[in-house]
T-cell receptor, first 114, second 114 residues
Framework: AQSVTQLGSHVSVSEGALVLLRCNYS??????LFWYVQYPNQGLQLLLK??????LVKGINGFEAEFKKSETSFHLTKPSAHMSDAAEYFC????????????FGAGTRLFVKA | NAGVTQTPKFRVLKTGQSMTLLCAQD?????MYWYRQDPGMGLRLIHY???????AKGEVPDGYNVSRLKKQNFLLGLESAAPSQTSVYFC?????????????FGPGTRLTVL
């Protein structure tokens, strides 16, 4: 069975500071891993995905995530936070069946202080 | 290319009333999904479909029914609304098959049941 744990329901950083959002997963098969972002009153949109190619994945808006199999982690980072990064972020894990067994984490809300 | 669209965007119902939420996608995706999003609980899968004419139960199917008569449309019905169904509902779609499982989301429907 698959599961996803996002550590911290809320994270607050100053503008220009490092953003680190943590995600740990469990999966009985090699997983696909995703980070989605949700801005207020909008649906989720894909930030980046890991599909077993490079372990360091670059996404949109300067975000990246590193797949670490030994730690079963897929943490999301951005070197310098912008005010526009304030949103809710969801980590998700999927088996290789085209998506219908995707499990989403509970989400982490990112606050960016001026 | 509109992506995934949802109708309506907002709705207020009284307990016991019925309604249908419509989801449409123009990407020729095989799989479609209905989720509900509640504070602190992330996304929970209500029902999903892996192709035209097929539907299956997700994590929280009670009180909901779905139909997928056309590939591009996925309808979610509430036969007798209850206050516990107050939530934000998201439709999503994905390629299916052996694709990576990335899901494309609609903008959401905010439902309040009084």
């Amino acid at each position: 069975a698959q599961s996803v744990t996002q550590l911290g329901s809320h994270v607050s950083v100053s503008e220009g500071a490092l953003v680190l959002l943590r995600c740990n997963y469990s999966s009985s098969v090699p997983p696909y891993l995703f980070w989605y972002v949700q801005y207020p009153n909008q649906g989720l949109q894909l930030l980046l995905k890991y599909t077993s190619a490079a372990t360091l994945v670059k996404g949109i808006n300067g975000f990246e995530a590193e797949f670490k199999k030994s730690e079963t982690s897929f943490h999301l980072t951005k070197p310098s936070a912008h005010m526009s990064d304030a949103a809710e972020y969801f980590c998700a894990v999927s088996d290789r069946g085209g998506g219908f067994k995707t499990i989403f984490g509970a989400g982490t809300r990112l606050f960016v202080k001026a | 290319n509109a992506g995934v669209t949802q109708t309506p965007k907002f709705r207020v119902l009284k307990t016991g009333q019925s309604m249908t939420l419509l989801c449409a996608q123009d990407m020729n995706h095989e799989y479609m999904y209905w989720y509900r999003q509640d504070p602190g609980m992330g996304l929970r899968l209500i029902h999903y479909s892996v192709g035209e004419g097929t539907t299956a139960k997700g994590e929280v199917p009670d009180g909901y029914n779905v139909s997928r008569l056309k590939k591009q449309n996925f309808l979610l019905g509430l036969e007798s609304a209850a206050p516990s169904q107050t939530s934000v509902y998201f439709c999503a779609s994905s390629w299916g098959g052996r694709a990576s499982g990335e899901q494309f989301f609609g903008p959401g429907t905010r439902l309040t049941v009084l």
